[in-house]
Every structure is written in structure tokens, then in C-alpha cells.
């Protein structure tokens, strides 16, 4: 059973335009909520973060919503640019977990 | 202010041959982790240390796969009989804190081949 699941699977977007990513979890014991950016032959690097005492967490031009109801989060990617094409990975833990579950990325192409 | 390494970058395999991978954690991380990622996928959990206990190995797919961290620093990742589905990117990650709800921070892989 899939503990996260993101999508899109790709996504392409013209620079100067809004990039948004879904996840969505099952487990309500998930207390963090990181999003990971991966370059080709690379390994994954943390770009934000959001625990859910909050709804919205913003860094720069990346912003986390958070939505503990619905059991979903989003990253959105302002005045995205072509530096920004890469793979995207929402993923979930907890204090009580020893791992990361990963969605199964999304592939982010940003057009000139 | 050196990050996670891991070695060799690439190794390519015959099938049945035994593989060792190396992570090197980021120096006084107490946690370290492995995933492997499979192509076009996301990383899967495969084991999980807090200093030189391996307190969950629940995603290693068989008892093939073996991980150490003797002295709490280093780990290895070691694939016995090495088959062509074991072919992926290897991931170690290390963590300052303990379990898993805190910063992962990452190496660039290994890529393993298996012909």
C-alpha cells in the first residue's frame, strides 16, 4: 500500500508561471511533511518543510499548503524558471517512524 | 563542511557476483538511513541506524541485503548474489537527530548495474 501518494506525474510550465504538486497521505500518525528536489544524478535535497500545526509555510518562491483534513499538501513554485526543472518528492514521517515515505516524484520541466 | 559521500559512484555487477557500497555520514550525525530508488521512482526505506544499531532493517527485500555501521560513522551496504532487479540507485542519508521526523540529508547515490 502506497503511505503517499503524489501527482502529477510530469508537469511542464513556462517560466515565469505557477508549478503545483499534489500529495496526499493515509496515515494520520504523519507529523512532517518534507519536500524533496532531485537533479539528475544527484541525490535528493530538501527544499521545505511543514509539520501540521500550520496550513501554509513559505520559503522564497516555494510555499507548502497544508491541508490536515482532507489528509493532503501541495508544493507551489512561483514565477517558476528553467533552473527549477527537475524531480520533485513530497514525502512523510513521523516521531515514531524511522523512515521517509516518498511519493513516487513528479518530473518538473520549466520552458524559456 | 563536507555533506554525505557515498562510493563508488557506479558499479556494475554480473549477476551472482557479492557488491559492498559505502556511505560516509556527515560528520556527529547520529542517524543514518539507506533507500534505494528504483528508476523513475521514489527512494524506498531499506534500514535504518542510530549510531551502530540498526534499529529497523524491515525494507531490506532479502536476506541478501546486509547493512553495518560499526563504529557509528561509516555504513556499508552489502548485496550478496547480486541479481538484475537489485539494479537501482542506492541512497544513504544521515540525520543529527534520532528517528525519522526530522532533516534527511542526502548522498549522490550509487548506481548499480547488474548485467
Known amino acids: 500500500q502506497q503511505q503517499v501518494k503524489q501527482s502529477p506525474q510530469s508537469l511542464i510550465v513556462q517560466k515565469g508561471g505557477i508549478s503545483i504538486i499534489n500529495c496526499a497521505y493515509e496515515n494520520t500518525a504523519f507529523d512532517y511533511f518534507p519536500w524533496y528536489q532531485q537533479f539528475p544524478g544527484k541525490g535528493p535535497a530538501l527544499l521545505i518543510a511543514i509539520r501540521p500545526d500550520v496550513s501554509e509555510k513559505k520559503e522564497g518562491r516555494f510555499t507548502i499548503s497544508f491541508n490536515k483534513s482532507a489528509k493532503q499538501f501541495s508544493l507551489h513554485i512561483m514565477d517558476s524558471q528553467p533552473g527549477d526543472s527537475a524531480t520533485y518528492f513530497c514525502a512523510a514521517s513521523s516521531y515514531n517512524f524511522n523512515k521517509f515515505y516518498f511519493g513516487s516524484g513528479t518530473k518538473l520541466n520549466v520552458k524559456p | 563542511g563536507a555533506g554525505v559521500s557515498q562510493s563508488p559512484r557506479y558499479k556494475v555487477a554480473k549477476r551472482g557476483q557479492d557488491v559492498a557500497l559505502r556511505c560516509d555520514p556527515i560528520?556527529?550525525?547520529?542517524?543514518l538511513f539507506w533507500y534505494q530508488q528504483a528508476l523513475g521512482q521514489g527512494p524506498e526505506f531499506l534500514t535504518y541506524f542510530q549510531n551502530e544499531a540498526q534499529l529497523d532493517k524491515s525494507g531490506l527485500p532479502s536476506d541478501r541485503f546486509f547493512a553495518e555501521r560499526p563504529e557509528g560513522s561509516v555504513s556499508t551496504l552489502k548485496i550478496q548474489r547480486t541479481q538484475q532487479e537489485d539494479s537501482a540507485v542506492y541512497l544513504c542519508?544521515?540525520?543529527?537527530?534520532?528517528?525519522?521526523?526530522?532533516?534527511?540529508?542526502f548522498g549522490p547515490g550509487t548506481r548499480l548495474t547488474v548485467t
Open positions: 542519508a544521515s540525520s543529527l537527530e534520532g528517528p525519522g521526523a526530522y532533516e534527511q540529508y
Open positions: 560528520s556527529g550525525h547520529v542517524s
